[in-house]
């Protein structure tokens, strides 16, 4: 396995894989990896891809008071679990190599990432857009990998692919969470052990919910408010940013729930911000 900081060397490496017929997937995070950014970089090896994990912490889709400064990195290990994962390339370059001084063009993605995230973090999927398609222009991978975990993100991704004809394959990978249901993320490291009880509120009001819909439920507003009704109960430390019940591609607001619908919530823990989904689907047994 290689570690790649210059973004020319990084070109002409993929050029080289691409001569030599190879397929290349791509898994973008901001390191400080564990089991979901994993499972994405087995999903890229399994389809037979030479694999480029990119570990970077992008300045530009953090807000100003956000955890940009203080978001968790531990290169060492990063490495040492992407090498065991099959991992081909780790991309790691310096904010000063992707980010001229001067940049002046971002690419916005304009009806998908207003609202749910996009309402509390304006500027972040423009931040993530913008580094995912100089990722692709330099990778100029076959497929990438992301995690369902960050399901709007998924979409305005796949909406950025279509409407800019980007030539790569997006493939959504299922949430991978914690043996209690605690969807993995590298911002858990923040959570006191008092906050990750909390936490636990988020997998266990989509569990609810998921039962309520079992039992007949299908009116998106009812179900809200159970949902919020239920962490007010049993999770006074769950600070809701939003719940929504929301089309999974269109991320539009759905007065009923149908197979395909998204429900989604974020919510503050102490000084954590955590977001997790689940999406209801006939033949799951959430639907
Ligand atoms: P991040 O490093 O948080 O930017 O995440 C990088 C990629 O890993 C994104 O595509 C995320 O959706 C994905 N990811 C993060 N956490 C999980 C998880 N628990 N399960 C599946 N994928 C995840």
Do not use: W
Request: proline share 4%; net charge negative; charged share 20%.
């Amino acid at each position: 396995m290689k570690v790649v900081e210059s973004i020319g060397e990084m070109v002409a490496l993929s050029d080289a894989f691409r001569r030599e017929g190879s397929r290349i997937g791509l898994v973008p995070t901001m390191g400080y990896l564990h089991e979901g950014h994993l499972s994405l970089v087995r999903e890229s090896v399994a389809r037979g891809a030479v694999t480029v994990v990119s570990n970077f912490v992008n300045p530009v889709q953090f807000g100003a008071n956000e955890d940009f400064s203080t978001y968790p990195r531990d290169f060492e290990r990063d490495c040492r679990l992407c090498r065991e994962a099959g991992v081909a390339i780790v991309f790691s370059p310096s904010p000063e190599s992707m980010y001229a001084a001067d940049r002046s063009v971002l690419v916005e993605e304009r009806a998908l990432a207003n609202g749910l995230c996009g309402a509390s973090r304006p500027g972040h999927f423009a931040g993530v857009c913008t580094v995912v398609a100089k990722l692709f222009n330099i990778v100029r991978p076959d497929l990438a990998v992301f995690g369902q975990k960050d399901a709007q993100q998924l979409a305005v991704i796949r909406r950025m692919v279509r409407d800019l004809d980007f030539q790569v394959e997006i493939i959504g990978a299922p949430i991978v969470r914690e043996a209690d249901g605690l969807a993995m993320s590298s911002r858990n490291v923040y959570l006191s052990d008092a906050e990750r009880v909390q936490a636990l509120g988020l997998n266990r009001v989509l569990a609810f919910a998921a039962g309520q819909v079992r039992d007949g439920q299908r009116d998106a507003g009812r179900l809200r408010e159970a949902m919020a009704d239920f962490l007010a109960g049993g999770y006074p430390g769950v600070e809701v940013d939003y719940i929504a019940i929301v089309d999974g591609a269109t991320l539009l607001p759905q007065a009923a729930v149908t197979g395909g619908t998204l429900l989604a919530l974020a919510a503050r823990v102490g000084r954590t911000r955590l977001i997790d989904n689940l999406t209801l689907e006939p033949g799951t047994g959430n639907l």
